[in-house]
């Protein structure tokens, strides 16, 4: 049972989710109550870590996607401190298809129908979206004076390039999407 948790646990920071545990075969007893052996400890619904894996506020964010369900994915503020764009406080932020409402504690949940894969990647083991994704979607939720200076730091330090930027804003931004024109704006200031 402990290897078999273990092969889950190793690529999610030590989180299993509730089919992996059964897989590992933990029974529902076990997987419901963790104090009598303390092998899992609930970290979020549906989400369990187990005991002795490192605590970590990215260990965290995993557990929020995890809870999010299938094809959810780190997003917005989460995924920039992921891609270490400075001036931003952790927060648990996750995207997920438009059809699905997972209620995940302490997470902000923003629903989309128009992730495209090439806009997913993996980082440190958490789905993250791309840099370029990840500041098209923060230039819907933050103000411009902060967008200008995530803009200037993405760019500097070649997190992505400034076409990058251009092409999240043409596929995706237009009339009525929030952050469209603060995004075109500092795109035009930063050649």
Do not use: C, N
Request: proline share 6%; net charge positive; aromatic share 4%.
């Amino acid at each position: 049972m402990d290897r078999v948790a273990a092969r889950f646990a190793v690529h999610q920071r030590g989180l299993l989710t509730r089919p992996q545990a059964r897989e590992a075969g933990f029974s529902d007893r076990a997987i419901q109550h963790p104090a009598r052996r303390r092998p899992l400890g609930t970290h979020a619904s549906g989400v369990y870590r187990i005991a002795g894996s490192e605590s970590s506020w990215e260990q965290a964010l995993l557990a929020g996607v995890l809870a999010g369900g299938q094809d959810a994915i780190a997003s917005h503020r989460a995924a920039a401190v992921m891609w270490r764009i400075e001036g931003l406080e952790p927060v648990i932020e996750i995207i997920v298809p438009l059809a699905r409402r997972p209620r995940v504690k302490g997470a902000v949940i923003h629903r989309t129908d128009g992730l495209l894969l090439p806009e997913r990647t993996r980082l440190r083991d958490v789905p993250v979206t791309t840099p370029a994704r990840t500041v098209f979607d923060l230039s819907g939720v933050l103000p411009r004076g902060t967008m200008d200076r995530v803009v200037e730091d993405v760019l500097s330090r070649r997190i992505a390039p400034r076409r990058a930027l251009a092409d999240q804003l043409e596929q995706h931004g237009g009339r009525g999407r929030r952050g469209t024109s603060v995004l075109g704006d500092l795109l035009a200031e930063h050649p």
